[in-house]
């Protein structure tokens, strides 16, 4: 059990150092909010999916932990408020 926390902990702050490093502009709250929203995400995701499968599919529950934490993660983003690329692009307004 513990060496499988540890992995849902090490997938958690993958996921979470991983997207504030390849998407900074998505995340303009601090970064910790981020890591930490992943962190619990795959924490929580992990240890629920290994009672569910009753501890048979450790993979599985390493699974289901890396995508809890990718779509949790996705929570605090703000694609909206991320530098544009190009420049010259200008929103439509509609008439």
């Not at 502009?25 to 569910?52: D, K, Q």
């Amino acid at each position: 059990m513990y060496v499988e926390t540890i992995a849902y902990a090490l997938i958690g702050l993958t996921v979470g150092f991983g997207a504030v490093v390849l998407l900074p502009g998505w995340y303009p709250a601090a970064r910790a909010l981020t890591v930490s929203t992943a962190l619990v995400a795959a924490l929580l995701g992990g240890v629920i999916s290994r009672y569910a499968f009753d501890g048979r599919l450790p993979a599985a529950a390493l699974a289901v932990s890396a995508v809890s934490a990718v779509l949790l993660v996705s929570v605090p983003a703000r694609p909206d408020r991320a530098p544009r690329r190009g420049g010259n692009h200008r929103r439509h307004r509609p008439a």
